[in-house]
């Protein structure tokens, strides 16, 4: 079984920040790609940001230049920091992990932590 727990959302005034992390735990034996998507109410689902196990990231156009993906491979955390904050912004975010178990791959979400950035 395979857990991933995001923490660090909450309020905040516009303009401001917040980092959201999402730590896996349980038989991983390892992670490819991780990311962070978000939901905001009567919305769809949205990517935010994703990053390789190498590495590479990828961002949403909506939050280039603000948002920075990264993520400690020795802890299995995946990390968010969200700069510049905008209430558009404001949403349930959520972790995705692609986990390798006993050499398959799977795909786990997060429960999800909220953010509010009030204007």
């Known amino acids: 079984q395979v857990q991933l727990m995001e923490s660090g959302g909450g309020l905040v005034q516009a303009g401001g920040s917040l980092r959201l992390s999402c730590a896996g735990s349980?038989?991983?034996?390892?992670?490819?790609?991780l990311g962070w998507y978000r939901q905001a109410p009567g919305k769809q689902r949205e990517l935010v940001a994703t990053?390789?196990?190498?590495?590479?990231?990828n961002y949403a156009d909506s939050v280039k230049g603000r948002f920075t993906i990264s993520r400690d491979n020795a802890k299995n955390t995946v990390y968010l920091q969200m700069n510049s904050l905008k209430p558009e912004d404001t949403a349930d975010y959520y972790c995705?992990?692609?986990?390798?178990?006993?050499?398959?791959?799977?795909?786990?979400w997060g429960q999800g932590t909220q953010v509010t950035v009030s204007s």
């Open positions: 995705n992990a692609s986990v390798v178990v006993v050499g398959f791959e799977y795909d786990y």
């Open positions: 349980g038989s991983i034996f390892s992670i490819n790609n």
């Open positions: 990053v390789t196990r190498g590495g590479r990231t």
